[in-house]
């Protein structure tokens, strides 16, 4: 069973759209969420993490946390083309490591 | 603003050669992590490191596979002998505090094994 699920994509869609971006997750014990974005040949970069359930906001980005499901989203408002990257959803299962999904190709056309 | 870095950018071995990669975690963090990507794949945990010893680590992590801390600031991952499989890119990661989620990766090295 694969702890995180994402959607490769890959997602294309014009400037200005509102993004939404999503992964599943297997187990209910998991309590921080995270939002990573990779540009080509780059390390992650830390977007946006939550802890247990709801939404936090950081300007055009919203991330989302619904635990019964077992679904998390990020939303981006306004998208621009200097978003265009892969988004990488990962859960922290413990103290120690990342679950990583595998990543949703996002391509914002100017 | 304080980042990871990993040396080299490229690294190019021959089937079992033994390789170091290095990574200079942010100084004041105390919780060290090897991930790697295989192209096209996920990003992979590898292992987590505190207090000088291995903390966790993955299956992937197996006894070819070694990490020291040698000296004040500097984190490295070998692998013995290298196979064809081990070629991806290898992300070394730092955090403050193990319990946060905050993990800083650096650029990476890509490591081609011929």
């Known amino acids: 069973q694969k702890e995180v699920e994402q959607d490769p994509g890959p997602l294309s869609v014009p400037e200005g759209a509102i993004v939404s971006l999503n992964c599943t997750y297997s187990?209910?014990?998991?309590?921080?969420f995270m939002w990573y974005r990779q540009y080509s040949r780059k390390g992650p970069e830390l977007l946006m993490y939550?802890?247990?359930?709801g939404n936090k906001e950081d300007g055009r980005f919203t991330a989302q946390v619904d635990k019964s499901s077992k679904y998390i989203s990020l939303f981006i408002r306004d998208s621009q083309p200097s978003d265009s990257a892969t988004y990488l959803c990962?859960?922290?299962?413990?103290?120690?490591?990342?679950?990583f999904g595998t990543g949703t190709r996002l391509t914002v056309i100017p | 603003e304080p980042e990871v870095t990993q040396t080299p950018s490229h690294q190019v071995t021959q089937m079992g050669q033994e390789v170091i990669l290095r990574c200079v975690p942010i100084?004041?963090?105390?919780?060290f992590y090897w991930y790697r990507q295989i192209l096209g794949q996920k990003v992979e945990f590898l292992v987590s490191f505190y207090n000088n010893e291995i903390s966790e680590k993955s299956e992937i992590f197996d006894d070819q596979f070694s990490v020291e801390r040698p000296d004040g600031s500097n984190f490295t991952l070998k692998i013995r002998s290298t196979k064809l499989e081990d070629s991806a890119m290898y992300f070394c990661?730092?955090?403050?505090?193990?319990?946060?989620?905050?993990?800083?990766f650096g650029q990476g090295t890509r490591l081609t094994v011929v």
């Open positions: 100084s004041n963090h105390l919780y």
């Open positions: 990661a730092s955090s403050e505090a193990g319990q946060g989620p905050e993990a800083f």
């Open positions: 939550t802890y247990s359930s």
């Open positions: 187990n209910s014990a998991f309590q921080y």
């Open positions: 990962a859960i922290r299962p413990g103290a120690n490591n990342l679950f």
